[in-house]
């Protein structure tokens, strides 16, 4: 077969070209499923090709095709390439966040550990599986849990604020004064808890404001 011109593409003939290949397909592509289509199209778009009337309108589609294919193969490249920048940003953020050297915690409303990194498990004295779903206000004197609470029905309110200056109890540790800095988390009803050892400062100190 000599070979036929690939002409302009023009979206409107290409969508007759379509209409009328679709209209050759039998009924059997659509009771047999997509595989049975597919090759029931690549019988269609071989009898075209294999007739000199059609065989210009067969290239069309076999173009329109070709360039379909690569396009798909980019887009497929293209995720493939952003799936694996988001996923080492993803672990950059994570190794941050659990390599910071002081106590960094999430949690609920009702002060339940959400998360914590190794600074905090180490601060509370319980392994990090363990810690999850326990009361972070727990950790403090019974005063000290109180204005944790308070801080956190504060809310955004907080975000600004001085920290507090509170006691932890280290579970199997003595008690040391810690700074406690409470945020409102933006993305969602949680709030994010910073701890930082306070030195040898008394606990009954006020923060500085």
């Keep these: 077969?000599?070979?036929?011109p690939v002409h302009a593409f023009d979206p409107d003939a290409m969508?007759?070209?379509?209409?009328?290949a679709a209209s050759r397909l039998t009924g059997k592509a659509a009771t047999l499923g997509s595989a049975a289509g597919s090759a029931d199209a690549l019988t269609v778009l071989?009898?075209?090709?294999?007739?000199?009337?059609?065989?210009?309108?067969?290239l069309k589609i076999?173009?329109?095709?070709?360039?379909?294919?690569v396009e798909?193969?980019?887009?497929?490249?293209?995720?493939?390439?952003?799936?694996?920048?988001?996923?080492?940003?993803?672990?950059?953020?994570?190794?941050?966040?659990?390599?910071?050297?002081?106590?960094?915690?999430?949690?609920?409303?009702?002060?339940?550990?959400?998360?914590l990194n190794r600074a905090g498990s180490t601060m509370l004295g319980v392994g990090?599986?363990?810690?999850?779903?326990?009361?972070?206000?727990a950790f403090f004197d019974a005063d000290g849990?109180?204005?944790?609470?308070?801080?956190?029905?504060d809310g955004a309110r907080r975000t600004g604020r001085s920290p507090l200056l509170l006691s932890l109890r280290?579970?199997?540790?003595?008690?040391?004064?810690?700074?406690?800095?409470?945020?409102?988390?933006?993305?969602?009803?949680?709030?994010?808890v910073n701890l930082t050892y306070a030195g040898d400062m008394p606990a009954s100190e006020p923060a500085h404001t």
């Design 1 to 4: 077969m000599p070979d036929q």
């Design 15 to 20: 969508a007759a070209l379509r209409g009328r």
């Design 46 to 58: 071989h009898a075209m090709a294999c007739s000199p009337q059609t065989a210009a309108d067969a």
């Design 62 to 69: 076999l173009h329109e095709l070709q360039v379909h294919q």
């Design 72 to 115: 798909v193969d980019l887009q497929a490249q293209e995720l493939r390439e952003s799936r694996t920048e988001l996923e080492s940003a993803l672990r950059g953020q994570i190794e941050l966040y659990d390599s910071q050297p002081v106590g960094c915690f999430t949690v609920d409303p009702h002060s339940a550990l959400i998360a």
């Design 128 to 137: 990090h599986a363990d810690a999850l779903g326990l009361p972070l206000a």
């Design 145 to 153: 849990g109180r204005q944790f609470r308070t801080a956190l029905n």
């Design 170 to 192: 280290c579970k199997g540790g003595p008690e040391r004064p810690v700074l406690v800095n409470v945020g409102k988390d933006p993305a969602s009803s949680r709030f994010l």
